[in-house]
């Protein structure tokens, strides 16, 4: 898988009107056709306006997943040269809580010599009794810890006697290397059977970098995918400020399940009590978005995913999906419209297995636009809804870059991107009306704030940069 970036020195500008602020907020500076004056004396549009924006197209098929797809503005001027959001969403209705899937869970326990600091190992041993007092008699529980080696110290069967989990739990004592990738592979081995019914899921806990066994982002995604067609996914918990958060994100979105970091030593037992409930609901597995270009579409950047690129377009993996859930794919395009007309721009296809009848189903969406010579038109189409959701998506990526400089040493880079992401919240609000956008706009100003109250190689600067690169995830996605 090609990991896609676009490092054109992208800096945010002044809105000078509606019809140029997807276009060119955020984006290099270049220069404006006399077609983008945005205040034109008497236009004679070539074709009339449509009666509803066009550039969405919403699909669903027999299965639960719904698939939509829009652009940030349906209209585009002929002759332009365009830099427009596609922005595209996976959606599964709620599942009843009482319908919860019967779920076999491996927890892969980290148990090397520093998971003694901080009463992480205090925090890992409450959490796990909690999580299988939480089972019920159809789901099923495994446990694997690993420091050198991989241990199971239960195999996979019902929990049906909780007080010998928790002397098996209790008796755990942390000591020596980390050796992730064996005690990955082991706690997939415990679900790698045809009688588990359901949902499977590793559910990796680790709060330190690897020292021993297989190591590196490519080797430990692709063993954490490995599981995929057999139903079985993998998430990640980071605990402490001293685990490489980006292997973790990587092995989950590989896993196909979620990633999350543990900032207060209490929230463990209800970060695996809501992942028990969320794995229960899943909707959708091995979820798959793939988008086709036509000519004269490109893409520029993809926001908060890999991309898998192909000749013609790319693919995105969702891994699962959960019951209420919406997941959102962003991507920035640049558009040359030929003709007058209509233009297809992108055909989105969605594919996954309907995790009721085990049955790969799929859903489409394409996505048209209205080329046209009048501004007005054009102006007119903004979707301002695509727009806020693709801004989030935009200032998430800032806010991981400013995350990344700040561990670099680079400060100034650290407040610049903050700063830029502020103002194309606060810019792209005050127009579409958002007071959501301004929220974030305030919520990154404190963010900003944080990082400069936190001295160089700091815990405290740690914390920052592990807790921005989650809410940039987030936001990015949903």
């Known amino acids: 898988m090609q990991r896609w970036h676009i490092t054109a020195g992208l800096t945010a500008t002044a809105i000078l009107a509606a019809v140029l602020v997807p276009t060119f907020v955020g984006e290099p500076a270049v220069s404006i056709p006399s077609s983008l004056d945005p205040t034109p004396s008497d236009p004679t549009p070539l074709d009339p306006p449509p009666p509803t924006p066009p550039g969405l197209e919403t699909a669903s098929a027999e299965g639960p997943l719904t698939l939509s797809a829009a652009l940030d503005q349906g209209a585009l001027l002929h002759g332009s040269s365009e830099a427009r959001y596609l922005v595209m969403e996976v959606a599964a209705p709620d599942l009843p809580g009482e319908d919860r899937r019967p779920v076999h869970l491996s927890v892969v326990m980290d148990t090397s010599g520093s998971m003694n600091g901080e009463g992480k190992i205090t925090n890992a041993r409450m959490a796990a009794k909690e999580l299988a007092s939480l089972m019920r008699p159809a789901d099923t529980l495994s446990l694997v810890t690993f420091s050198g080696t991989a241990t199971v110290q239960l195999s996979t069967h019902a929990v049906t006697d909780a007080a010998r ?185 969605l594919r996954y297995v309907d995790a009721d009848s085990g049955h790969l189903t799929m859903a489409s969406a394409d996505v048209d636009a209205l080329v046209t010579t009048d501004n007005q038109v054009a102006a007119g189409s903004l979707d301002n809804a695509v727009l806020a959701k693709a801004t989030r998506a935009r200032s998430a990526k800032l806010l991981d870059e ?65 807790k921005a690169k989650e809410v940039s995830r987030a936001q990015s996605r949903r």
């Not at 680079?410 to 103002?423: F, G, I, P, Q």
């Open 165 to 349: 989990i928790g002397r098996i739990v209790d008796s755990i004592r942390p000591e020596g290397g980390t050796n992730l990738h064996d005690g990955l592979s082991a706690g997939m081995a415990q679900l790698d059977r045809p009688d588990l019914v359901g949902v499977k899921r590793v559910v990796l806990l680790s709060d330190g970098r690897i020292t021993m066994g297989i190591s590196g982002q490519g080797p430990l995604a692709h063993q954490a995918g490995s599981g995929v067609a057999q139903g079985i996914s993998v998430s990640a918990l980071g605990l402490g400020l001293d685990y490489d958060e980006d292997l973790l994100a990587v092995i989950s979105d590989a896993g196909g399940g979620s990633y999350r970091f543990v900032d207060r030593p209490g929230q463990l037992a209800q970060l695996f009590s809501d992942e028990l409930q969320q794995m229960g609901s899943v909707i959708g597995r091995e979820a798959t978005v793939d988008v086709s270009l036509p000519s004269g579409v490109t893409l520029e950047e993809l926001y908060g995913y890999d991309a898998s690129l192909r000749p013609g377009g790319f693919g995105v993996f969702l891994g699962d999906v959960h019951g209420g859930e919406t997941r959102k794919i962003v991507a920035r395009v640049h558009v040359e419209p030929a003709a007058t007309g209509r233009l297809g721009v992108a055909e989105v296809g």
């Open 402 to 466: 400013s995350a990344r400089a700040w561990e670099a040493g680079d400060r100034t880079a650290n407040r610049s991107k903050l700063e830029e992401a502020e103002r194309l919240l606060l810019a792209v609000g005050r127009l579409a009306g958002n007071a959501g956008l301004l929220d974030d706009a305030d919520a990154y100003r404190k963010q900003k704030e944080a990082f400069e109250a936190a001295p160089s190689d700091s815990d405290a600067g740690s914390y920052q940069v592990k």
